[in-house]
């Protein structure tokens, strides 16, 4: 075994705090595109963009069951994951706690991902939205309520000057 084999962990996660706070949030869509804040922690998700690897980030309260399933189907514990060994001890413990509930606590999702009280209701009753009735063809004699086209008016003609 060499002396740098397990220091760097390639996978498709990563956890880090933000070095600034010019990154959007990729989450849920309440706190899609709010930034994530200087040293706020964050999850990476490795895409693959015209060859080059970049992460799409997200705030650590923004990470949906599904991605915390996905890491746990490539790692056996939260300790693998890579960015893990340089968070603090209390990061590490919320993300343990995570890992073996399979969800994020709740007071760690961030207020912008939060929907206020009320706004959960206005998004059942939107969502049998109906499509606004096509509108109806013409007959044959064009009445249909509305006014016909205007013909062109005749070039005028150039008055011959004497």
Known sequence: ???????????????????????????PKPCAGSAIGK?????????????NTSFSWRHWGCTTTKIISNMKSQFESADELDGFDDLKDEDKERLRKAW?????ADEDIPETARK???????EEEEKPKKRAPAKAK????????????????????????D
């Open 116 to 122: 206020a009280p009320g706004e959960e209701a206005e």
């Open 138 to 161: 013409k007959d044959a004699g064009g009445v249909d309520g509305e006014k016909p086209k205007r013909k062109r008016a005749p070039a005028k003609a150039k008055k011959a000057e």
């Open 1 to 27: 075994m060499s002396d740098n084999e397990g220091t760097t962990k390639k996978s498709g996660y990563r956890l880090e705090y933000a070095s600034s706070a010019r990154s959007k949030c990729k989450g």
């Open 100 to 104: 073996e509930e399979g969800k994020v």
């Open 39 to 51: 040293g706020e922690l964050r999850v990476g998700s490795a895409v693959d963009f015209r060859g």
